[in-house]
C-alpha cells in the first residue's frame, strides 16, 4: 500500500483514494446528510487507510464552530474541584469537543472576565464556569458574549447551572447522627466563603433547630486533613462536649479520627464522624468512613449536556438542575455509649 507523505494526510488525499471530490470528503466529515451511503462508506474507508487528521480549524470554518470548549476553574488541588473539570473534560471528548483550562489565581469576577476573554481568542464554543464563592456578579459582566454554564452555583443565581444539593447533603449527615440517638454535634466546615461549606453547615443547623438541639461552636477548615486535625484539637482543649462529628469533607474527616484516636477516643465507641464527598480513600479509613456521596460524573454529563444545547442556538432561560447527594453508611458512626 502507498504511503502518505510525512507531512500527514490532507483532504485532497483522502479525495483522490477515495475517487470524490475534496467538497465530498468534507461533506462526509461533517456529518452532511445528502452523501450516498456507498459514497460516504468509501470516504470513509479512504479516510481510515490515510489516517486522516481532520483539522479542527478547517473544520471550523465550514461549521462555524470549533469543537472547543473553555472550562474556567478555581482551587483546582481540591478534590471537588479537581474531580469536576477531569468528568467535564470526560464527557467533551465523548461528545466531540476538546477543552481548554485555565485556572483563577483568585475568585474574582474581574479575573473571571479576562479568562474567559482568553478563551475566546481561542474560539471556544462555549464555557464551564466552576463557581465555588459566590457567583451574583459573574453572570451580568459575561451576559451575551458566550454560550456558558456554571457548576456548583447556587439557585438564586440568575444563570444556567448544574449543582449537587449542598444543603441537603448536609441535612443528610445531621439527620443521620441526629436518627442514632446523638444530641451533641460538632460541625468542622471548610472555608465559609466557599457556597459549599456555607450550604452545608445550614443544612446542620436546620437539623438542629427542628431538633430543638444546642449549635456548638462552628470550627473551620481550609479542606485539609491537617485542618480537621487541627480543629479538632482546638475543641477538645476548648473543652467542647460532643458525641459526634460532622466534618466538611472527607479529608477533614480523616483529620477529626486521626485527633481522636491521639486524644485516647474511640471512634466510633466515643465520637461518631460522618464526613462529605465520598473520597475513593474513604472506604479504606480506619474505621470505614460513614460520608455524603456527590456524584462528579453526573455533574460532568449534565453541565456538557446543557452547554452544547445553549451552543446550537437552544433558548432554555436560566435554568437550575439541582442532583440529590447520597448518604454512605460506613463503621464511623453509631449510636453514643450509654450514659454519654
Known sequence: ?????????????????????????????????????ATRERVLHAIGELNYKPSLIA???????????????YATDQYGPAQIVQQVEQSARRSGYESLLTTLRRFEAAEIVQ????????GVDGVVLLTPYDAHEIVPVIGASVPFILIDATTEVDGPSVSVDQFEGGRMATEHLVALGHRRILHVGGPPEWSDADLRYRGYRDVLAAHGLPELPRLNGDWSAQSGSQALEAALSGGLDFTAVFAGNDQ???????????????VPGEVSVVGFDGTPESAFYQPPLTTVQQNFAQLGRKSLEELIRRIQGQRLGASHHVFQPQLLV???TAPPAPGV
Open 1 to 37: 500500500m502507498p504511503k502518505v507523505a510525512a507531512r500527514g494526510a490532507t483532504i485532497h488525499d483522502v479525495a483522490r483514494r477515495a475517487g470524490v471530490s475534496y467538497q465530498t470528503v468534507s461533506r462526509v466529515i461533517n456529518n452532511h446528510v445528502n452523501v450516498a451511503p
Open 115 to 122: 479568562a474567559v476573554a482568553r478563551l475566546q481568542q481561542f
Open 330 to 332: 460506613r463503621d464511623t
Open 59 to 73: 473544520k471550523g470554518l465550514v461549521t462555524r464552530r470549533s469543537q472547543l470548549i473553555g472550562i474556567v476553574a
Open 252 to 266: 477533614m474527616a480523616l483529620g477529626v479520627m486521626s485527633a481522636l484516636v491521639r486524644a485516647g477516643r474511640r
